[in-house]
């Protein structure tokens, strides 16, 4: 297995966990509010400056990055096969986890996002600054 963590060097380490070893270390960024996840054998690292970098996992070596205006402090979730992102704008991001490129679908709630949203399998749970939202079928 293998063990993803922030180092207080700012950098994320990966770890072989039956060896108890250091695989690689990416010191491009590390998440300093919303926490990196890992989903296709790839790890997506959210900065709130407004870079999400898309790291090989095996390697370390970056895939590709994506840049916006607005950061991150939500952190990000993995539904489906995809990756799903709301920016400090109140813009969602929804990323394909095994994509080549970014290349997100955005839509806007139209007030800040700042709490990492929850996912119940059916309806998706939204915190802006004044208002839950579920998104979700009726």
């Keep these: 297995g293998r063990l993803y963590a922030v180092s207080p ?4 380490i990966a770890i072989n966990l039956n060896k108890g070893e250091k695989l690689w270390e990416y ?9 990196p996840i890992a989903a296709n054998g790839r790890l997506f690292i959210p900065s709130s400056y407004g870079i999400l970098h898309c790291v090989d996992g095996e390697t370390g070596n970056t895939l590709w990055e994506y840049d ?4 991150w402090y ?11 992102l709301f920016d400090r704008s ?8 095994g994509a080549d490129s970014a290349q ?6 139209g007030e800040a996002v700042e709490a990492t949203p929850a996912w119940n399998g059916t309806t998706l749970f939204v915190r802006t600054a004044t208002r839950l939202i579920a998104l979700g079928e009726k």
């Design 9 to 12: 060097a700012d950098a994320v």
């Design 74 to 84: 939500a952190s990000p979730l993995l539904i489906g096969d995809y990756l799903v």
């Design 104 to 109: 997100p679908i955005i839509n806007q709630i």
């Design 90 to 97: 109140g813009a969602s991001q929804i990323i394909a986890a």
């Design 68 to 71: 916006q205006p607005e950061g």
């Design 27 to 35: 010191v491009n960024v590390a998440p300093d509010v919303a926490s």
